[in-house]
């Protein structure tokens, strides 16, 4: 599957923007989708993580970010309420079978990756 995430910019502080990724296949439904970031000079960190009708969020994203999936367009969507300066980063979308049991923390255990969208919010 090849992915392809949009939507990135600049915002103040507060501010609310909405990423979009787009799945190429037609098997979108049958795979765990999920955001990642990275910050300049960190490390790649889990966002938040979408599959059947669970949803999971990290703990500095929780309250302000939504996850979401539109199977019939093979879309992925990330609304983010509220946002920091320590929200910049540039977010990916990643996908790996729906059926994989092992952790969606981690970024090694994705097999498909768009290219990244930049995120940047201005205090």
């Known amino acids: 599957v090849q992915l392809q995430a949009s939507g990135g910019g600049l915002v103040q502080a507060g501010g609310s923007l909405r990423l979009s990724c787009a799945a190429s296949g037609r098997t979108f439904s049958s795979y765990a989708m999920s955001w990642f970031r990275q910050a300049p000079g960190k490390e790649r960190e889990f966002v938040a993580t979408?599959?059947?009708?669970?949803?999971y969020y990290a703990d500095s994203v929780k309250g302000r970010f939504t996850i979401s999936r539109d199977n019939a367009k093979n879309t992925m969507y990330l609304q983010m309420n509220s946002l920091k300066p320590e929200d910049t980063a540039v977010y990916y979308c990643?996908?790996?079978?729906?059926?994989?049991?092992?952790?969606?923390?981690?970024?090694?255990?994705?097999?498909?990756w768009g290219r990244g969208t930049q995120v940047t919010v201005s205090s």
């Open positions: 990643a996908a790996r079978p729906a059926s994989d049991s092992r952790s969606y923390y981690y970024d090694s255990l994705y097999n498909f």
């Open positions: 979408i599959s059947w009708n669970d949803v």
